[in-house]
């Protein structure tokens, strides 16, 4: 874990991969619990594996006491193993071997939140990617797949609930008040899907009857008190166990699923088998402590961690390498999910919408820097560091343009492939490949690219219309930048949906190769660097709707005039293009304003565009959640990446004048968008109400922009009568960001008061109330050190430590990157802190610095200054380690 030598952390390889030398066929386990201590027995049988250059047994441990190490009923001598840092070797083993080992681990000290850990009085694991070492030694790698028996036993007060994977098959008293729990899973797993949960927990259950006709126990398990928070999670499992039987054809294979929830967790969720272990963010919800967002987060995550049962847990990954195998496919899994229970075609593209959004201001900003890495990466010092948004949404969209190449059921056969060859198998992205190849009869060779070569492709498409043949030529050229390590770049396998627009805003019929008669959109195949594509009888000069729906992950150029993109902003069939189309046209604006602030010029904002916003807004025949999309400015961050050089100051002050003038310029369509969009009545996420609240709070906040009295009492009003979280808390945001005077100021600090008083027993909505003022235009970071004195505050929480801290410091940017670098200096500060207690969190954080480089010569030497002071902190995590050592080694 620890990495004293910071200038070479080890990196490991995936051309190094060699099978295991042994198989583990059975593990049995027992484990005495205790916060303070857990005695861990465990006997399992390996096999030698004929097929591997490998002859010992090799196993991974990381911070354990070792009591007891028997091989075939014998105790091992110290001269008959080696360990050398996490790796322990028993060499000249016999073909069959039963080990039995006895560990004894900290739960409470265990700060790491990684193997066994203490939340809240109560015992959780989180085992992926490498914590099952930490709770015994074993050969802890995904390849490594053996069925599991576990025996928990503990003292009754404290413990009455003992969970782990698979069947209960027996339970029972002890006598001196502790009893015991069996768990048997019938399944094979790799050691990352272990888990146990014990501890005071109360559960919501109910009886599933699946679509083969049995009878499954479903139960969602929560602290006491809680319980009355667990409805909509429950609801989602069962929607999601509906959906892969119905679009999958994917059952569940056990008779039991339960889902847990903690406080205390690194991430969102876990898909262990049987017994998904999630943060309370993930599954708690009631209208009065969760906003639509929240719904829609528990709804995609319950999904998401149910879909890995087959993607990940059935099928599993070879090597950590192939991470992205599960994660791609099970993030395109949930968002599909997502997309089919709104339904609705708009519903599918605001879904579609949202997930570029994030695409585009992550993952095209990791991909653009230090610690770019391909979908498939070929090494890491530390696996942890790669659950990134490459492998999770850039995973997601290159199995997106499988489902673009091979259509709705040639996907389905190609999933019905994966599954009928790898059942039960650890195996690689290029078996999920080889699959999709087959199933389609398609040659997918090149699209291996897409898996290792990492950067964003470029296209930039041309095109030219000859009104005498009536043909409409289109040319599109592909490029790559170069990233860490990777200079050269081959040309990608790029499908680009296309559809041409006539003057009346309708499709052109399309007459070109691969177009059936009637259609208007069609998939072209961009292998080369550079390919023409005509298309014929095209009757007057179209504007082209390129890269319909999004169908590669990509950025796109083309030379739109302004009044084409209005044109494809008001007509497109295509509602994703549409929304494209307006971002287009604000980002042209947003980029020569931050130029006009730079430059000391004065700041306008032209009709044309206000127009165009206008129509859309007061477009009702449009939803409302699709309104809101385009209504909503590009991010300051999405803003940052069309410069070489930064100015975050100056891009806040040029959005925010521009919202100044929308709000200004729109005042009175606001107001009947706010008027139209009340949702009264008895508070319901649905898709229809959860749209309706997001474009009247998004008027909500941009009147506030303007500010004026009516509108501050509009927020109060709002604040004071809200029933529900949603409405609460966009109300307070307007509140806390209005620009008014003292009276208003004074306002606002009493609702955040009152805010903070009526739900300081809710940990989920004093992380909202720490964000919410992370992120406030006027938190500096005096405000934000004052924060952290806050009694509520601490570091220890990964959810807490992130509301505030990962907020300010993502989130914020005109404040974190103030110029006299005290934003540096209080990032260097919080990841050295956090280094200490959570490595994992600490190295998310990092990832804060990742594009120092894009900033000016001035800030720039203060981030460096801010690097070098975490690179050469004592005993560093090789996590955080590996994030800062890249990001100096940056060009
Ligand atoms: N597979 C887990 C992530 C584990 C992260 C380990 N550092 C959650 C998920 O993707 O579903
Ligand atoms: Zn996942």
Redesign the pocket.
Same mark, same amino acid.
């Given at each position: 874990m620890r990495n004293d030598n910071l200038s070479a952390p080890q990196a490991i390889y995936r051309k190094d991969y060699v099978a295991p030398g042994f198989w583990v066929d059975t593990v049995e386990m027992g484990l005495d619990l205790g916060l303070e201590q857990t005695h861990v027995a465990t006997r399992m049988t390996l096999r030698r594996n004929p097929e591997s250059t490998e002859k010992d047994i090799v196993l991974f441990g990381d911070g354990l006491k070792i009591l007891q190490l028997r091989l075939n009923g014998a105790n091992l001598k110290k001269s008959q193993y080696s360990i050398q840092g996490e790796t322990m070797r028993i060499p000249d083993a016999p073909d069959d071997v039963v080990l039995e080992i006895e560990t004894l681990i900290q739960p409470v000290k265990n700060t790491a939140l990684?193997g066994l850990y203490a939340s809240a009085g109560n015992l959780i694991t #989180?085992c992926?990617?490498e914590g099952f070492r930490r709770i015994t030694w074993f050969p802890d790698r995904p390849d490594v797949m053996a069925k599991y028996t576990v025996l928990l036993r503990a003292d009754k007060k404290a413990f009455p609930v003992l969970l782990s994977n698979g069947n209960l098959i027996e339970e029972g008293d002890l006598g001196d008040g502790r009893h015991y729990a069996k768990w048997e899973d019938p399944f094979f797993k790799p050691s990352y899907l272990f888990a146990i949960v014990a501890g005071k927990l109360v559960c919501q259950e109910e009886t599933f009857r699946l679509q083969d006709g049995r009878d499954a126990l479903l139960q969602v398990w929560v602290e006491p008190g809680n319980l009355d928070k667990t409805d909509h999670a429950m609801q989602s499992l069962k929607k999601s166990i509906r959906w892969d039987e119905e679009r999958f054809g994917l059952e569940l294979d056990l008779d039991r699923f339960m889902i847990v929830a903690t406080g205390d967790f %690194?991430?969102?969720?876990?898909?262990n088998k049987g017994l998904n272990i999630f943060n309370t963010k993930y599954v708690l919800a009631n209208p009065s402590i969760a906003t639509d967002t929240d719904y829609a987060g528990i709804e995609s995550?319950v999904g998401?961690?149910y879909f890995?049962n087959w993607t990940?847990n059935r099928v599993t990954c070879r090597d950590w390498f192939q991470l992205s195998l599960?994660?791609g496919l099970?993030v395109f899994r949930d968002q599909e999910f997502s997309a089919d229970l709104v339904g609705t075609a708009t519903g599918r593209a605001v879904k579609r919408i949202e997930d570029v959004r994030v695409l585009r201001q992550v993952q095209f900003s990791e991909d653009a820097g230090p610690m770019a890495h391909p979908v498939r990466p070929d090494s890491f010092v530390e696996? %942890?560091n790669f659950?990134t948004v490459t492998i999770?949404e850039k995973g997601s969209e290159v199995v997106r343009m499988y489902y673009t190449l091979l259509g709705h059921d040639g996907f389905r056969k190609g999933m019905d492939l994966y599954f009928a060859r790898h059942d039960g198998q650890a195996v690689e992205c290029d078996d999920f490949r080889a699959a999709m190849a087959d199933a389609g009869g398609r040659d997918l060779t090149q699209f291996e690219r897409w898996y290792s070569q990492a950067g964003t492709p470029r296209v930039h498409a041309s095109a030219v219309y000859n009104a005498e043949e009536k043909t409409y030529v289109l040319t599109l050229a592909q490029s790559c930048p170069a990233t860490p390590g990777q200079a050269e770049k081959l040309p990608f396998h790029i499908p680009v949906t296309v559809g041409l627009l006539g003057a009346d805003g309708r499709d052109l019929p399309l007459h070109t190769d691969g177009a059936q008669a009637g259609q208007t959109s069609v998939v072209l195949e961009l292998t080369e660097a550079s390919q023409t594509f005509i298309f014929r009888d095209v009757a007057e000069e179209p504007v082209p709707s390129l890269l319909r729906n999004f169908s590669a992950p990509v950025v796109l150029h083309f030379d739109y005039s302004d009044a084409q993109l209005a044109h494809l902003l008001a007509h497109d069939s295509d509602p994703f293009n549409r929304w494209e189309a307006g971002q287009r046209l604000a980002t042209r604006r947003l980029v020569k304003l931050t130029q006009a602030v730079q430059a000391g010029e004065a700041l306008a904002l032209d009709e044309m565009f206000l127009e165009a916003l206008r129509n859309t807004l007061n477009d009702t025949t449009l939803d409302p959640a699709f309104r809101e999309l385009v209504l909503t400015l590009p991010s300051e961050l999405v803003i940052a990446e069309e410069f070489d050089e930064v100015d975050p100051q100056a891009i806040h002050t040029a959005r925010q004048f521009a919202r100044a003038a929308i709000s200004d310029a729109l005042r009175g369509d606001l107001l009947t968008a706010y008027e139209d969009n009340l949702t009264p009545g008895k508070y319901s996420p649905d898709a229809e109400s959860s749209a309706k609240r997001s474009l009247k709070n998004l008027a909500l906040s941009y009147l506030a922009d303007w500010p004026q009295q009516s509108t501050f009492d509009l927020a109060l009003t709002q604040f004071n009568e809200a029933e529900n979280m949603t409405d609460r808390l966009a109300a307070l945001h307007a509140l806390v960001n209005f620009k008014g005077d003292a009276k208003q100021k004074k306002a606002a600090d009493k609702a955040l008061a009152q805010f903070y008083k009526l739900f300081s027993k809710e940990a989920l909505v004093v992380d909202k109330w720490f964000m919410l003022q992370a992120v406030a235009e006027t938190t500096d970071v005096a405000k934000v050190r004052e924060l952290m004195q806050h009694p509520a505050f601490t570091l220890n929480n990964p959810n807490r430590a992130r509301s505030l801290t990962f907020s300010f410091c993502n989130a914020n940017p005109s404040q974190f990157h103030a110029p006299d670098g005290s934003g540096y200096a209080l990032w260097a500060e919080l990841v050295i802190a956090l280094n200490k207690i959570n490595p #994992?969190v600490a190295a998310r954080l990092a990832r804060s610095m990742d594009r120092w480089k894009k900033y000016s010569p001035a800030l720039q030497q203060k981030m460096k200054a801010a690097l070098e002071k975490v690179a050469g902190t004592k005993k560093l995590s090789k996590d955080v380690a590996e994030v800062v050592t890249k990001a100096l080694a940056a060009e």
């Amino acid at each position: 874990m620890r990495n004293d030598n910071l200038s070479a952390p080890q990196a490991i390889y995936r051309k190094d991969y060699v099978a295991p030398g042994f198989w583990v066929d059975t593990v049995e386990m027992g484990l005495d619990l205790g916060l303070e201590q857990t005695h861990v027995a465990t006997r399992m049988t390996l096999r030698r594996n004929p097929e591997s250059t490998e002859k010992d047994i090799v196993l991974f441990g990381d911070g354990l006491k070792i009591l007891q190490l028997r091989l075939n009923g014998a105790n091992l001598k110290k001269s008959q193993y080696s360990i050398q840092g996490e790796t322990m070797r028993i060499p000249d083993a016999p073909d069959d071997v039963v080990l039995e080992i006895e560990t004894l681990i900290q739960p409470v000290k265990n700060t790491a939140l990684s193997g066994l850990y203490a939340s809240a009085g109560n015992l959780i694991t #989180q085992c992926e990617a490498e914590g099952f070492r930490r709770i015994t030694w074993f050969p802890d790698r995904p390849d490594v797949m053996a069925k599991y028996t576990v025996l928990l036993r503990a003292d009754k007060k404290a413990f009455p609930v003992l969970l782990s994977n698979g069947n209960l098959i027996e339970e029972g008293d002890l006598g001196d008040g502790r009893h015991y729990a069996k768990w048997e899973d019938p399944f094979f797993k790799p050691s990352y899907l272990f888990a146990i949960v014990a501890g005071k927990l109360v559960c919501q259950e109910e009886t599933f009857r699946l679509q083969d006709g049995r009878d499954a126990l479903l139960q969602v398990w929560v602290e006491p008190g809680n319980l009355d928070k667990t409805d909509h999670a429950m609801q989602s499992l069962k929607k999601s166990i509906r959906w892969d039987e119905e679009r999958f054809g994917l059952e569940l294979d056990l008779d039991r699923f339960m889902i847990v929830a903690t406080g205390d967790f %690194n991430m969102g969720a876990m898909e262990n088998k049987g017994l998904n272990i999630f943060n309370t963010k993930y599954v708690l919800a009631n209208p009065s402590i969760a906003t639509d967002t929240d719904y829609a987060g528990i709804e995609s995550v319950v999904g998401h961690e149910y879909f890995h049962n087959w993607t990940g847990n059935r099928v599993t990954c070879r090597d950590w390498f192939q991470l992205s195998l599960k994660e791609g496919l099970t993030v395109f899994r949930d968002q599909e999910f997502s997309a089919d229970l709104v339904g609705t075609a708009t519903g599918r593209a605001v879904k579609r919408i949202e997930d570029v959004r994030v695409l585009r201001q992550v993952q095209f900003s990791e991909d653009a820097g230090p610690m770019a890495h391909p979908v498939r990466p070929d090494s890491f010092v530390e696996i %942890n560091n790669f659950y990134t948004v490459t492998i999770y949404e850039k995973g997601s969209e290159v199995v997106r343009m499988y489902y673009t190449l091979l259509g709705h059921d040639g996907f389905r056969k190609g999933m019905d492939l994966y599954f009928a060859r790898h059942d039960g198998q650890a195996v690689e992205c290029d078996d999920f490949r080889a699959a999709m190849a087959d199933a389609g009869g398609r040659d997918l060779t090149q699209f291996e690219r897409w898996y290792s070569q990492a950067g964003t492709p470029r296209v930039h498409a041309s095109a030219v219309y000859n009104a005498e043949e009536k043909t409409y030529v289109l040319t599109l050229a592909q490029s790559c930048p170069a990233t860490p390590g990777q200079a050269e770049k081959l040309p990608f396998h790029i499908p680009v949906t296309v559809g041409l627009l006539g003057a009346d805003g309708r499709d052109l019929p399309l007459h070109t190769d691969g177009a059936q008669a009637g259609q208007t959109s069609v998939v072209l195949e961009l292998t080369e660097a550079s390919q023409t594509f005509i298309f014929r009888d095209v009757a007057e000069e179209p504007v082209p709707s390129l890269l319909r729906n999004f169908s590669a992950p990509v950025v796109l150029h083309f030379d739109y005039s302004d009044a084409q993109l209005a044109h494809l902003l008001a007509h497109d069939s295509d509602p994703f293009n549409r929304w494209e189309a307006g971002q287009r046209l604000a980002t042209r604006r947003l980029v020569k304003l931050t130029q006009a602030v730079q430059a000391g010029e004065a700041l306008a904002l032209d009709e044309m565009f206000l127009e165009a916003l206008r129509n859309t807004l007061n477009d009702t025949t449009l939803d409302p959640a699709f309104r809101e999309l385009v209504l909503t400015l590009p991010s300051e961050l999405v803003i940052a990446e069309e410069f070489d050089e930064v100015d975050p100051q100056a891009i806040h002050t040029a959005r925010q004048f521009a919202r100044a003038a929308i709000s200004d310029a729109l005042r009175g369509d606001l107001l009947t968008a706010y008027e139209d969009n009340l949702t009264p009545g008895k508070y319901s996420p649905d898709a229809e109400s959860s749209a309706k609240r997001s474009l009247k709070n998004l008027a909500l906040s941009y009147l506030a922009d303007w500010p004026q009295q009516s509108t501050f009492d509009l927020a109060l009003t709002q604040f004071n009568e809200a029933e529900n979280m949603t409405d609460r808390l966009a109300a307070l945001h307007a509140l806390v960001n209005f620009k008014g005077d003292a009276k208003q100021k004074k306002a606002a600090d009493k609702a955040l008061a009152q805010f903070y008083k009526l739900f300081s027993k809710e940990a989920l909505v004093v992380d909202k109330w720490f964000m919410l003022q992370a992120v406030a235009e006027t938190t500096d970071v005096a405000k934000v050190r004052e924060l952290m004195q806050h009694p509520a505050f601490t570091l220890n929480n990964p959810n807490r430590a992130r509301s505030l801290t990962f907020s300010f410091c993502n989130a914020n940017p005109s404040q974190f990157h103030a110029p006299d670098g005290s934003g540096y200096a209080l990032w260097a500060e919080l990841v050295i802190a956090l280094n200490k207690i959570n490595p #994992q969190v600490a190295a998310r954080l990092a990832r804060s610095m990742d594009r120092w480089k894009k900033y000016s010569p001035a800030l720039q030497q203060k981030m460096k200054a801010a690097l070098e002071k975490v690179a050469g902190t004592k005993k560093l995590s090789k996590d955080v380690a590996e994030v800062v050592t890249k990001a100096l080694a940056a060009e």
